[in-house]
């Protein structure tokens, strides 16, 4: 329950007994707003950032800024009574006028570990003031990523895969340990390439043509996404297993990485690729 204590040092018992009763909520953060669209509140949702991309209809919202570069004014202008925000939402300057603008503005901690999805669901369902509903979708999150981790885990030869975040003057944006990227690798059955670095970090050609993955992993779209044919004429990845296979895989950013009511999902799909053999029929 580490989460939900954590947002509610962020906002005291008498703000979120107010925010029960908010009509206009501004949600910052794609999981945030998966989730309350999750919990069936999604038409108090006023405006969303731009990784709000699911459901489709988040995306007819108005937008308020990137989750890092939130526009204060263009929150404000919304005219919400409670903000719902993921960890890290900023920058610091936007985030220290909503507060001083004495609006609720309520942190939903985002830890990157599939154990903590549930408690990110109550915390958000808190805010909200839909403890009951949260609970039974908490609960039924937990029960779906538990029954897909008995079954993605127990490959016997894991394959070592290799997340690219994005690909900048030649060098790869890896995901290592205690990333997102790595939760749901794992829970998918797959092994961090490169479980050595911490967090997301431009690695060398040495430390790549180390780690010597057997998939390349990317997200689909947007500014920074990486083909096969750019990710394979990198000297430090043409000679790795992955190239030798063209073992490429591509999946919706907030889909793989957002760890969220959909991360069980998001595993088994990547499992499949992953290991396309073991779900043959």
Avoid: W
Avoid at 109 to 131: L, W
Avoid at 171 to 189: C, K
Avoid at 190 to 204: D, F, M, R
Wanted: overall charge neutral; proline content about 6%; aromatic content about 4%.
């Amino acid at each position: 329950m580490l989460s939900l204590v954590c947002a509610l040092v962020i906002a005291p018992q008498a703000a979120l007994a107010q925010s029960a009763d908010a009509k206009r909520i501004v949600a910052i953060g794609g999981t945030v707003t998966e989730i309350i669209y999750a919990l069936g509140e999604g038409d108090r949702i006023v405006a969303v950032d731009t990784t709000s991309s699911y459901p489709p209809e988040a995306t007819q919202k108005p937008n308020i800024g990137y989750v890092r570069q939130v526009s204060a004014e263009g929150v404000l202008s919304q005219k919400p009574d409670l903000i719902v925000a993921e960890s890290g939402a900023g920058p610091v300057d936007a985030m220290n006028i909503l507060k001083a603008s004495g609006l609720t503005l309520i942190s939903i901690p985002s830890p990157p570990d599939t154990a903590a999805i549930p408690d990110k669901i109550r915390a958000v369902g808190e805010a909200i003031g839909r403890k009951n509903k949260a609970e039974e979708l908490a609960l039924k999150v937990e029960a779906t990523l538990k029954a897909t981790a008995d079954k993605t885990t127990s490959t016997a030869t894991k394959k070592k895969v290799l997340f690219a975040l994005s690909l900048a003057n030649g060098r790869v944006m890896a995901g290592g340990s205690q990333s997102s990227a790595d939760a749901i690798i794992r829970l998918a059955g797959g092994e961090n390439a490169v479980s050595t670095v911490s967090g997301y970090k431009p690695l060398t050609d040495e430390a790549i043509i180390a780690a010597a993955p057997d998939v390349v992993l990317v997200m689909s779209g947007g500014a920074t996404h990486m083909t096969a044919e750019q990710a394979f004429a990198l000297p430090a990845l043409a000679s790795s297993p992955a190239a030798k296979n063209k073992a490429f895989v591509t999946m919706d950013g907030l889909y793989l990485l957002g760890l969220g009511p959909r991360a069980a999902d998001a595993a088994a799909e990547l499992h499949g690729k992953l290991y396309p053999e073991a779900t043959k029929p």
